[in-house]
């Protein structure tokens, strides 16, 4: 029998707040890349943005970083780590990429070291994400071609399926996607769940219930510390997007 590739799932992003889509997504893809016969999903990563991205309404990294390790202290093997949301500067997600394939690389060689015979192969990285996200790639001046290179062609995606968008459609109509399409791993939800981070926080405002939308411990969370008010929401009202200003600086 041909051993399967370790695979590990990293999903960078705001969670703002973090649903139980979120979470959701990384249990669809598992199961996906488990069927494919060629890799066993070994680990998942939730890698919440640091506070200097200028999201309209972004709650501050601790909160978020708080609210995402309450939601996930039943997974046994999606963790959150802090280290994106501690930047001083918004990070491109292929810089994420690079540093947690590192740290993943250096616990690798270690079980090397460890083994008198290692059978196993190296861990590989592919970015998780929905549906949405490929049509990031199509918003002038939001990426930089090689990061785009970097991120499909070296490290791949594992993409969501979400409501009524067509990935398909965005890999053929993107010749970089297309390149690497076998690289792009395409999962389909069937169960369809339309959660939705902004909807959340404008029902929060609206004094709603989000229960059963959010874990319950997210939702005391948000409510010992009052987040998501409709102050809350101003905040970065008249920011432009922290991706945005820095890829104009560079093309300068």
């Known amino acids: 029998m041909v051993s399967r590739i370790p695979l590990v799932l990293l999903a960078c992003g705001s969670f703002n707040p973090i649903t139980h889509q979120h979470m959701r997504l990384f249990e669809l893809a598992r199961g996906h890349m488990h069927q494919t016969g060629q890799y066993e999903v070994v680990g998942g990563i939730v890698s919440p943005v640091s506070d200097s991205y200028g999201k309209q309404g972004l709650a501050l990294a601790k909160h978020r970083v708080t609210m995402a390790q309450l939601a996930l202290r039943t997974s046994d093997w999606v963790t959150v780590d802090d280290w994106e949301s501690q930047q001083p500067d918004w990070t491109e997600t292929v810089m994420a990429m690079r540093y947690h394939y590192a740290r993943i690389a250096a616990k690798y060689q270690q079980k090397l070291e460890c083994q008198s015979s290692p059978t196993s192969c190296a861990p590989q ?3 998780l994400c929905g549906a949405d996200f490929l049509d990031t790639f199509r918003v002038p001046g939001l990426w930089q071609n090689d990061h785009v290179e970097e991120l ?3 490290f791949g ?3 969501i399926s979400r409501g009524n968008l067509q990935p398909e459609q965005a890999v053929h109509l993107s010749d970089l996607l297309f ?6 791993f395409l999962v389909h939800e069937w169960i369809r769940n339309e959660i939705s981070s902004t909807e959340v926080r404008r029902a929060l405002r609206r004094g709603l219930s989000v229960k059963y939308l959010l874990p319950d411990s997210v939702i005391e969370y948000i409510k010992e510390h009052n987040l998501y008010t409709t102050d809350s929401e101003l905040k970065n009202k008249d920011v432009d997007l922290r991706p945005l200003t820095k890829q ?4 300068c």
């Not at 390149?179 to 792009?184: A, D, L, M, S």
């Not at 104009?248 to 093309?251: H, T």
């Open 152 to 154: 499909v062609g070296r």
């Open 179 to 184: 390149k690497h399409r076998q690289n792009i």
């Open 157 to 159: 995606l594992v993409c």
């Open 125 to 127: 990285l592919k970015f």
């Open 248 to 251: 104009a600086l560079s093309d």
